[in-house]
DNA sequence: CTTACCCTAAACAGCA
DNA sequence: CTGCTGTTTAGGGTAA
């Protein structure tokens, strides 16, 4: 797999060729930041914003290209699931979707088609996920026909810039040049993330195939301090900021900036946000493209813009700022829904730090390998083995009244924890584990949620979101998972924490909690071994819990549609906004399918899963309540440091509700946790 | 309102 | 003594 980390990775695994255009084009942008040559001709520059322009027109049609594949791979995919395709199109990749929507849908479905469709669940999840990644590749493809031609323009007015700096003096014109150059790579990069992060979004709704081999993951902020992401990131933003006052590059800046306004709102009134479906509010629905494209009225209120609340997932309009207070008092005060929401936000600016650390430092990389060019064998290759939800931890905004003093004892900034490597590892084992997973799933005739527990544990790997499994359940999948059908109590623990970034903090309540279940569930029978005693699940203990646990699954369907509670909404609330952010939930390449998509097909299979058990007693891997029903306060208290485990605060789902406080400087290092217990 | 289920917390015992 | 493992109890929340 060749997988360019340079934030162009559009072309991503599809294609070789494109890869060479790709990497042509990085060559080929102007090392001009670098030490100017002493014959720095304009002739000279005027060949390489050529040849580089000609590299972007080539990355572009490849990425085209790419993109049609993409859909026509997705056309095939759709028929293979037995998806039905009405009609096809060369030009205009045919939308696949029931005709009613199909037909008021010729370009990109707008928020409320969105949010009817969900509504009226005229789709299922699959089908939704098929609708969004079409959507997605719609609007990739006009995205990436805009950019090409702002590059266009961009080029043009840089030569003609160039045409008229030939009257100064030399000096002068050299070091505009340069400066213009390297301004507009800046740019670039950051369109060129822009357009990864979208590209990644995509493969990650793309990449759905449980065998598929996942890809290597980035690091987050490999070797970086804390104090240089910052400076970086004032650089990155100051420069930003810079150019969209100037409006001088504004041109490109567009492309980030319809990228991300133009992507969110479908997804955002699709997935997200119970609230308004149920309030009924969302028929004043406001296209987030005006009020992401420009802040300058929301200055007043970080939640008012534009004449619309914009609570996540609100957007009630509001004639005024009066109005909008009265509301804000109104709709969202200090309840349980708010407390929730509040937590969604929480984990979502977590995600989005976490993204943001790591582009970040795939900027620093590019920057890296544009200015000292015996660098780039290492640029590029040396993040791909490497593991990204490091730094989660680090640069989290938990919400922890008492965080300080569980500074782990290895403190430092973004080692490569053990927790993080083996994740990568196991990611890959967890494919390879997969016959395994497949064969008990089939032996216990729990294909639907367990495989989906499987399947999403490439998410909850890596996010730190509460999986929306209890106990038992995760204990009888670790057990079930393993070879030999029974783990230790510490090899329980290690599997927890490899799978599920949540449990890499808190580990003495969630440990504790393992126990709790292990002695208190007759399902799982301790059997004493030569080296100690092992945990074995009992199948037919298990089955009989179900029928009474069942019973809290369609409450978790009531939940999931009239979204009372936190549990699922959280999830779909988050991804909805990573989604509506372009954020490849932050571990993308690794992840097989943390979209929206997935999640939803995940959720409602395990609701198939809990009515099929309802209704013929089949077995099922896994219950349908979520642990996170149970918001409890939580008293806090120290927790000694556990060697083995990552000590954190006490997670942002169990402590949002004491404290908005978050803090921000709290180092989360996890700790390495001694995996290779197996 | 009751019941079942789930979660967290915590006390306690046994063992290395 | 300390830490891990395992058991048990208590109390709170959710949902049927």
Same mark, same amino acid.
Request: proline content about 7%; aromatic content about 6%; some cysteine.
């Given at each position: 797999m060749f997988q360019c980390v340079f934030s162009s990775s559009v072309l991503q695994p599809h294609s070789t060729s494109c890869l060479f255009k790709h990497l042509f084009y990085h060559s080929a942008t102007p090392a001009s930041q670098k030490q100017p040559e002493p014959i720095y001709s304009k002739k000279t520059e005027i060949q390489r914003q050529t040849v580089r322009a000609h590299s972007v027109k080539l990355f572009i049609f490849s990425a085209l290209q790419v993109a049609r594949q993409l859909l026509l791979q997705q056309q095939q995919q759709q028929q293979v699931s037995g998806l039905k395709s009405p009609k096809r199109n060369d030009k205009q990749p045919a939308l696949q979707v029931p005709v009613s929507v199909a037909m008021m849908t010729p370009q990109v479905i707008t928020p409320q088609q969105m949010q009817q469709i969900l509504q009226q669940q005229v789709l299922s999840p699959q089908q939704l996920q098929v609708l969004l990644q079409q959507q997605q590749a719609l609007m990739l493809q006009q995205q990436l026909q805009e950019f090409y031609k702002k590059q266009q323009e961009q080029l043009q007015l840089q030569l003609l810039q160039q045409q008229h700096a030939g009257k100064q003096p030399k000096e002068q014109q050299q070091v505009a040049t340069q400066q213009l150059a390297f301004q507009q790579q800046l740019l670039q990069m950051q369109q060129l993330q822009q357009q990864h992060l979208l590209s990644l979004q995509r493969q990650g709704l793309l990449t759905i195939q449980p065998g598929q081999p996942a890809l290597p993951l980035q690091p987050l902020a490999q070797g970086m301090i804390p104090a240089e992401l910052q400076q970086l990131w004032k650089e990155v933003t100051s420069a930003h900021t810079a150019e969209e006052t100037t409006g001088n590059n504004h041109s490109s800046l567009?492309?980030?900036?319809?990228? #991300?306004?133009? *992507?969110? @709102?479908?997804?955002? *009134?699709?997935?997200?946000? @119970?609230?308004?479906?149920?309030?009924?509010?969302?028929? #004043? +629905?406001?296209?987030?493209?005006e009020s992401l494209s420009h802040e300058e009225h929301s200055h007043s209120h970080p939640l008012y813009g534009h004449g619309v609340c914009k609570w996540p997932g609100c957007e009630a309009v509001c004639e005024d700022f009066q109005s909008f207070l009265k509301h804000l008092n109104s709709e969202h005060a200090l309840d349980d829904r708010s407390t929730a929401q509040c937590r969604v936000q929480m984990q979502v600016v977590q995600q989005l730090e976490l993204q943001l650390a790591k582009d970040k430092e795939r900027l620093q990389a590019m920057m890296t390998h544009l200015h000292v060019k015996s660098t780039e064998p290492k640029a590029a290759p040396q993040p791909l083995n490497l593991v990204s939800s490091v730094t989660l931890s680090k640069s989290a905004s938990e919400a922890s009244p008492q965080s300080l003093p569980h500074t782990p004892t290895t403190p430092t900034a973004p080692i490569t924890p053990v927790t993080q490597g083996p994740s %990568?590892?196991?990611?890959? $084992?967890?494919?390879?584990?997969?016959?395994?997973?497949?064969?008990?799933?089939?032996?216990?005739? #729990? @294909?639907i949620s367990?495989?989906?527990?499987?399947?999403?544990? =490439?998410?909850?790997?890596?996010?730190? %979101?509460?999986?929306?499994?209890?106990?038992? *359940?995760?204990?009888?999948?670790?057990?079930? &998972? *393993?070879?030999?059908?029974?783990l230790t109590l510490n090899e329980i623990y290690n599997w927890f924490t490899r799978m599920f970034a949540y449990f890499r903090r808190n580990a003495a309540t969630w440990k504790n909690a393992v126990r709790h279940n292990l002695s208190l569930h007759k399902c799982f029978v301790r059997v004493e071994n030569v080296k100690g005693a092992v945990w074995t699940v009992d199948e037919v203990e298990f089955q009989k819990r179900r029928p009474q646990k069942i019973s809290?699954?369609? $409450?978790?369907?009531?939940?999931?549609?009239?979204? +009372?509670?936190?549990?699922?909404?959280?999830?779909?609330?988050?991804?909805? $906004?990573?989604? &509506?952010?372009?954020?490849?939930?932050?571990?993308?390449?690794?992840?097989?399918?943390?979209?929206?998509?997935?999640?939803a097909s995940a959720i409602r299979e395990e609701l198939n899963g809990a009515m099929e058990h309802t209704n013929s007693n089949e077995s099922d891997s896994s219950p349908g309540r979520s642990p996170m029903q149970a918001v409890h306060p939580v008293h806090v208290k120290e927790e000694p440091l556990d060697p083995e485990e990552a000590e954190g605060p006490l997670s942002l789902v169990t402590t949002a509700n004491h404290s908005p406080d978050f803090? +921000?400087?709290?180092?989360? &290092?996890?700790? @390495? #946790?001694? =995996?290779?217990? &197996?």
């Amino acid at each position: 797999m060749f997988q360019c980390v340079f934030s162009s990775s559009v072309l991503q695994p599809h294609s070789t060729s494109c890869l060479f255009k790709h990497l042509f084009y990085h060559s080929a942008t102007p090392a001009s930041q670098k030490q100017p040559e002493p014959i720095y001709s304009k002739k000279t520059e005027i060949q390489r914003q050529t040849v580089r322009a000609h590299s972007v027109k080539l990355f572009i049609f490849s990425a085209l290209q790419v993109a049609r594949q993409l859909l026509l791979q997705q056309q095939q995919q759709q028929q293979v699931s037995g998806l039905k395709s009405p009609k096809r199109n060369d030009k205009q990749p045919a939308l696949q979707v029931p005709v009613s929507v199909a037909m008021m849908t010729p370009q990109v479905i707008t928020p409320q088609q969105m949010q009817q469709i969900l509504q009226q669940q005229v789709l299922s999840p699959q089908q939704l996920q098929v609708l969004l990644q079409q959507q997605q590749a719609l609007m990739l493809q006009q995205q990436l026909q805009e950019f090409y031609k702002k590059q266009q323009e961009q080029l043009q007015l840089q030569l003609l810039q160039q045409q008229h700096a030939g009257k100064q003096p030399k000096e002068q014109q050299q070091v505009a040049t340069q400066q213009l150059a390297f301004q507009q790579q800046l740019l670039q990069m950051q369109q060129l993330q822009q357009q990864h992060l979208l590209s990644l979004q995509r493969q990650g709704l793309l990449t759905i195939q449980p065998g598929q081999p996942a890809l290597p993951l980035q690091p987050l902020a490999q070797g970086m301090i804390p104090a240089e992401l910052q400076q970086l990131w004032k650089e990155v933003t100051s420069a930003h900021t810079a150019e969209e006052t100037t409006g001088n590059n504004h041109s490109s800046l567009d492309l980030t900036t319809t990228c #991300v306004s133009s *992507s969110a @709102p479908s997804k955002t *009134s699709l997935i997200m946000n @119970p609230h308004a479906s149920t309030n009924g509010q969302l028929s #004043v +629905h406001t296209p987030k493209r005006e009020s992401l494209s420009h802040e300058e009225h929301s200055h007043s209120h970080p939640l008012y813009g534009h004449g619309v609340c914009k609570w996540p997932g609100c957007e009630a309009v509001c004639e005024d700022f009066q109005s909008f207070l009265k509301h804000l008092n109104s709709e969202h005060a200090l309840d349980d829904r708010s407390t929730a929401q509040c937590r969604v936000q929480m984990q979502v600016v977590q995600q989005l730090e976490l993204q943001l650390a790591k582009d970040k430092e795939r900027l620093q990389a590019m920057m890296t390998h544009l200015h000292v060019k015996s660098t780039e064998p290492k640029a590029a290759p040396q993040p791909l083995n490497l593991v990204s939800s490091v730094t989660l931890s680090k640069s989290a905004s938990e919400a922890s009244p008492q965080s300080l003093p569980h500074t782990p004892t290895t403190p430092t900034a973004p080692i490569t924890p053990v927790t993080q490597g083996p994740s %990568v590892i196991t990611t890959t $084992s967890m494919h390879t584990v997969g016959p395994i997973r497949r064969r008990y799933s089939d032996k216990y005739n #729990v @294909p639907i949620s367990s495989a989906d527990i499987a399947q999403n544990q =490439e998410f909850y790997k890596n996010a730190e %979101v509460r999986p929306p499994f209890t106990y038992a *359940s995760l204990i009888r999948q670790a057990i079930l &998972e *393993s070879p030999e059908k029974q783990l230790t109590l510490n090899e329980i623990y290690n599997w927890f924490t490899r799978m599920f970034a949540y449990f890499r903090r808190n580990a003495a309540t969630w440990k504790n909690a393992v126990r709790h279940n292990l002695s208190l569930h007759k399902c799982f029978v301790r059997v004493e071994n030569v080296k100690g005693a092992v945990w074995t699940v009992d199948e037919v203990e298990f089955q009989k819990r179900r029928p009474q646990k069942i019973s809290g699954n369609p $409450s978790l369907i009531k939940n999931m549609q009239s979204s +009372h509670a936190y549990c699922t909404p959280l999830n779909a609330a988050l991804q909805a $906004s990573m989604a &509506e952010n372009s954020i490849p939930l932050y571990t993308t390449a690794s992840m097989g399918n943390p979209t929206l998509g997935n999640l939803a097909s995940a959720i409602r299979e395990e609701l198939n899963g809990a009515m099929e058990h309802t209704n013929s007693n089949e077995s099922d891997s896994s219950p349908g309540r979520s642990p996170m029903q149970a918001v409890h306060p939580v008293h806090v208290k120290e927790e000694p440091l556990d060697p083995e485990e990552a000590e954190g605060p006490l997670s942002l789902v169990t402590t949002a509700n004491h404290s908005p406080d978050f803090d +921000h400087d709290r180092d989360y &290092e996890d700790e @390495p #946790v001694n =995996e290779d217990m &197996e």
